[in-house]
């Protein structure tokens, strides 16, 4: 490696954060408002240059401290992108991550030196976004379809339990599609990654249903 080499220089790495919520079943992500050049007053998603004395996954979590005042959650690593022009300033490469917390868990940071506001929008309603931030939540959104499918990733948003038409609703809105509901349910039954903590509760104003939970014993996939 030829330090000298101008084609070595001037090339730097963001880290880009995708944070998706679940709120009454539809699925939201988290943008902040740009203050600083380039793309001053655009929507974003959570995310930043990466230190050269930083690891990848310190610097994402960094950025979504520092700027959404968002901290110890599991971060996903998920693309990277590499357009020669995806910044007007130089060469950037950039790491996507997913992460999901529970909207009524966190504290998010409205305001900070480098952003003015910070909301929770659904996917149906996305702005253009800053840089190729757009392209990131598609390829962000896509990988989370496929982590609900196979992995425990919604595990953490329900600590104190689900009904099955709440978490039905979750995989439609993810999904994008319409599941058929006894076929769901049963599947989700079956699994046995669900409990029956005989409770009930009321959802969208129906009549009670049985209250689930996760169940902690069991190392699989939920489908």
């Given amino acids: 490696m030829e330090l000298k080499n101008p084609l070595y220089q001037n090339i730097g790495i963001h880290v880009i954060n995708t944070i998706f919520t679940i709120d009454k079943g539809q699925v939201k992500v988290l943008l ?24 990848l996954i310190d610097a994402a979590a960094r950025e979504l401290k520092e700027k959404a005042n968002i901290e110890n959650i599991k971060l996903i690593k998920s693309e990277i992108f590499d357009d020669l022009k995806r910044s007007p300033l ?5 790491v996507s991550y997913i992460g999901m917390v529970d909207i009524d868990k966190v504290n998010v940071m409205k305001k900070t030196t480098k952003t003015s506001d910070a909301e929770w929008f659904s996917l149906d309603n996305i702005p253009t976004l800053a840089y190729d931030h757009n392209e990131i939540l598609t390829s962000s959104t896509e990988k989370l379809k496929d982590l609900i499918l196979t992995s425990d990733i919604l595990k953490t948003l329900y600590p104190k339990g689900f009904t099955i038409p709440e978490i039905h609703k979750v995989f439609e809105s993810v999904l994008d599609k319409k599941l058929d509901r006894r076929n769901f349910r049963k599947k989700l039954l079956s699994s046995g990654l669900i409990v029956d903590t005989n409770k009930t ?4 104003g129906r009549k ?4 689930y939970k996760f169940n902690a014993k069991k190392d699989k996939k939920l489908f």
Avoid: C, Q
């Fill in 32 to 55: 902040i408002k740009r203050t600083n050049e380039p793309y001053k007053g655009m929507w974003s998603l959570v995310g930043g240059t990466m230190y050269n004395n930083e690891k």
């Fill in 201 to 204: 509760i009321n959802f969208e």
């Fill in 90 to 94: 130089l060469r950037m490469i950039a």
């Fill in 208 to 211: 009670p249903a049985k209250l």
